[in-house]
């Protein structure tokens, strides 16, 4: 006698949603939207680390403007004193030892016009031959190029102080204005800017036409390289403004100064037998030293952002 099997039940599935059993309930992925980026909880504190620590020296430098030199030692570093004395350190700034701090200011700008603009200038012109030109040697001059980009300027101060001391130019403002010129990083920039911006059939068209080489640039290309132009002026003028070991090796006659040595020299008098202690001074300084370059970036970040973003993304 055969004993009958007997099949287990199948166990109870799940019911879906629209009435019909036995379709499993499956999990539904989170979408994301391409355009809402994810939130990142580490980066955001890291983002605020990096904002703070931009933050805080630019608020103890407006905060400390304020203040007398007494009132430096007797306050907190990061909140006002009982007098404001912003405008009197202002005003004194600009008196103090027969109104030298104008001098220097008008010494950077004259570095940062010639050597900037300069600068400036040689960058667009090569970086645009290098981009829309094929000569030979090109990748030499590339590999050149990428080379002095790696190389820090201070490496170079000596030879170049030893070069200029053997043409007698030191201690004059060509001695900073000439090293100046030089911006390897301007350079590579706008080669890639002017690679990507400027279509190869625009100025074929151009020279169909019977624009010359001259007309081409100035009509067709320099308006599209704007942004890369306002992006290599902005390096270049940072970089010429901020400038402090190539004038320190080269000028001796502190009516050459630029802003940065002149504000170095008044902060070691308090270093000096019979030295004057003026660190309000310095700080009102400094504060007025960086108002330039804050308002020229406001001004042109529009083209700043978009000259580094340029051949970013490829069609």
């Not at 355009?35 to 990142?40: A, E, T």
Request: charged share 15%; net charge positive.
């Amino acid at each position: 006698m055969t004993t009958p099997v007997t099949t287990p039940a199948p166990a109870a599935t799940a019911t879906a949603p629209g009435g019909a059993k036995g379709a499993p309930r499956l999990r539904r992925a989170k979408e994301h939207r391409p355009g809402r980026p994810r939130r990142s909880k580490l980066l955001t504190v890291l983002t605020s680390l990096v904002v703070l620590y931009t933050v805080v020296p630019l608020v103890w430098l407006v905060v400390n403007a304020t203040k007398t030199q007494s009132g430096l030692a007797s306050s907190n570093g990061l909140w006002f004193a009982d007098d404001f004395a912003l405008w009197d350190n202002i005003r004194d700034t600009f008196t103090y030892g027969d109104g030298i701090f104008t001098r220097w200011l008008l010494n950077t700008l004259l570095y940062v016009v010639l050597g900037a603009g300069g600068a400036t200038l040689l960058a667009v012109l090569g970086g645009y031959a290098l981009a829309k030109f094929d000569f030979p040697g090109k990748r030499g001059v590339f590999a050149t190029v990428i080379g002095a980009v790696a190389v820090p300027g201070t490496a170079l101060a000596v030879p170049t102080f030893l070069m200029f001391s053997k043409m007698g130019l030191t201690d004059t403002p060509w001695a900073v204005v000439l090293p100046s010129l030089v911006s390897p990083f301007g350079l590579y920039l706008m080669w890639v800017f002017a690679s990507e911006a400027i279509p190869t059939e625009l100025l074929e068209a151009a020279r169909m036409d019977g624009a010359g080489e001259a007309r081409t640039f100035f009509t067709v290309a320099l308006p599209l390289l704007a942004p890369g132009i306002v992006t290599v002026l902005l390096f270049t003028t940072v970089a010429t403004w901020n400038n402090y070991f190539l004038p320190l090796i080269m000028l001796k006659d502190p009516d050459w100064y630029p802003l940065t040595l002149g504000l170095s020299a008044w902060n070691s008098q308090a270093e000096t037998v019979g030295g004057e202690v003026i660190f309000n001074l310095v700080i009102t300084g400094s504060l007025l030293t960086i108002l330039p370059l804050v308002v020229a970036f406001l001004l042109l970040q529009k083209y700043w952002q978009s000259g580094l973003a340029a051949g970013s993304v490829k069609e």
